[in-house]
């Protein structure tokens, strides 16, 4: 489709989230400090409403694929549509494996499949970075290049609003009285912002000697029978799975019954290739006892088998599981020290 471009003052945005509120469940992201989380609209706490920033700490598939949920559930109840504004590039990239994985494939996903076509993503460029983000290292950006259904780019007080889909159109459309058309400077601005911040996010990865995309490939299959580097890069994991439930792109799942008076309810919840039980079958069997195996298993997963199945790490370097890790497993660190065949264990006290 054709990408149209408006113009949105904060105000009127602000006016129009709340008009469709009404109808649909609106979820923005909320500067906390330093942070970036996403919640309901309140129009009470406009003030604190941040589009820029960098991307916020819940990833997007907690939205499309929640964390917990009762899968015997049917028929499936009719939900309120979910408009989801200011998520990043790093998030929207990372619904072509959700995607693949739940809608695309031989078996749909029901639950998935009606909360993904019954929400309106809204896009967000970001307008600085930190040091954990390396998205550039992975073939993304500081702005969505797709799956957006409306992209927000700050210019001032402003935004510049460009249509992605058809329903992102329509909506405009539909709300054409907010919408003006931009100002002369305004793709001058967006594309100097944009600039600056891939500038930040280059000298981020330059001085961490963070290695590219082109540079990783093939290097988890080339070392995946060296034991004892894996034994190393898995030293300090505590088994926490923080890096799994943070990762946009991280899907796994399991199922189990819960009694619930004279009937049962089964759930499906998040899994981690890093908890111990992970790959534990029937009769206590373990193909990936240790631990160095699970981790190796999820780089695997990430570096290997998607780029062959999808020409396409699942990794989007949004840099969450950095961030999150007690134990200071760094995932640029881990690449880095598989293409060097080494790797320096991160100091603790």
Not at 24 to 44: C, K, T, W
Request: with cysteine.
């Amino acid at each position: 489709m054709v990408q149209e471009l408006y113009s949105i003052t904060k105000k009127d945005l602000f006016d129009l989230f709340g008009r469709l509120s009404e109808s649909h469940r609106v979820i923005v992201p909320y500067a906390i400090g330093e942070n970036f989380f996403f919640s309901d609209f309140d129009p009470g706490k406009e003030d604190n409403i941040e589009l820029g920033g960098i991307r916020q700490g819940q990833p997007l598939k907690a939205f499309l694929n929640y964390p917990r949920k009762n899968v015997l559930d049917q028929p499936i109840k009719e939900e309120k549509p979910v408009i989801i504004a200011g998520v990043k590039g790093c998030d929207l990239s990372s619904l072509l494996v959700q995607d693949y994985v739940f809608q695309d494939g031989e078996c749909k996903d029901p639950f998935y499949a009606r909360t993904r076509q019954n929400t309106v993503l809204i896009g967000a460029d970001c307008t600085f970075a930190k040091e954990t983000c390396f998205c550039l290292a992975m073939n993304g950006a500081p702005y969505p290049k797709k799956y957006y259904d409306i992209n927000l780019s700050v210019i001032g007080d402003n935004f510049i609003a460009e249509t992605g889909s058809p329903g992102g159109a329509e909506l405009i459309n539909s709300y054409r009285m907010f919408f003006n058309a931009p100002g002369p400077r305004d793709l001058e601005t967006r594309r100097s912002s944009r600039e600056k911040v891939s500038k930040e996010i280059q000298r981020f990865m330059e001085k961490r000697g963070t290695k590219i995309a082109g540079e990783i490939k093939g290097v988890v299959k080339k070392n995946y029978d060296l034991t004892e580097l894996w034994k190393d890069l898995s030293s300090t994991c505590v088994e926490c799975g923080a890096c799994n439930l943070v990762c946009p792109t991280c899907h796994c799942f399991l199922l189990f019954d819960q009694k619930k008076g004279q009937s049962a309810e089964r759930y499906r919840i998040w899994d981690s290739c890093l908890y111990n039980t992970f790959a534990r079958v029937a009769g206590g069997a373990n193909p990936r006892r240790h631990l160095y195996e699970r981790l190796r298993n999820r780089f695997d997963k990430k570096f290997d088998f998607f780029p062959q199945v999808l020409d396409y790490y699942a990794c989007t370097g949004c840099g969450r599981c950095i961030d999150a890790c007690p134990g200071d497993i760094d995932i640029r660190e881990v690449l880095k020290g598989l293409v060097l065949g080494k790797w320096n264990k991160p100091p603790h006290d």
